[in-house]
């Protein structure tokens, strides 16, 4: 594979993994407005309901979504020759893939549990 390939895959990941962390963030801050000035309304079951589903469901598939990502650009930075031994690559040896993916899930579940409590 020509080294240009992957370069233009991770550049494309790299870009939906920033777009998926804008889009969780904004929904959230989003999320916590209505929840902070939602005032009546958000004691109907209906709308809680509705809020918590798009909380869990919504977190979900942005962990999916950026766990897919991140493994992409792993598996590209592989496909390009020489990389290993570069500082990048070297510096992408020490901090493996999984300690991401664990503080991944953290934060995000933490995130999910502190508006869900704030829901009900």
Not at 48 to 63: D, M, N, P, Y
Request: aromatic letters at 6%; charged letters at 15%.
């Amino acid at each position: 594979m020509e080294t240009s390939t992957p370069i233009e895959l991770m550049k494309m990941r790299a870009a939906d993994a920033r777009m998926i962390v804008m889009s969780f963030t904004i929904s959230h801050v989003g999320l916590a407005l209505v929840l902070g000035l939602g005032g009546a309304g958000l004691e109907d079951s209906g709308v809680q309901l509705a809020l918590a589903t798009w909380i869990v469901l919504g977190s979900l598939w942005c962990i999916a979504f950026l766990d897919d990502a991140m493994q992409d650009l792993m598996a590209a930075s592989s496909d390009i020759t020489g990389f290993a031994e570069s500082a990048m690559g070297k510096r992408m040896e020490k901090a493996p893939i999984v300690v991401f993916r664990i503080v991944n899930v953290a934060v995000t579940s933490l995130i999910v549990i502190a508006e869900l409590l704030a829901i009900y």
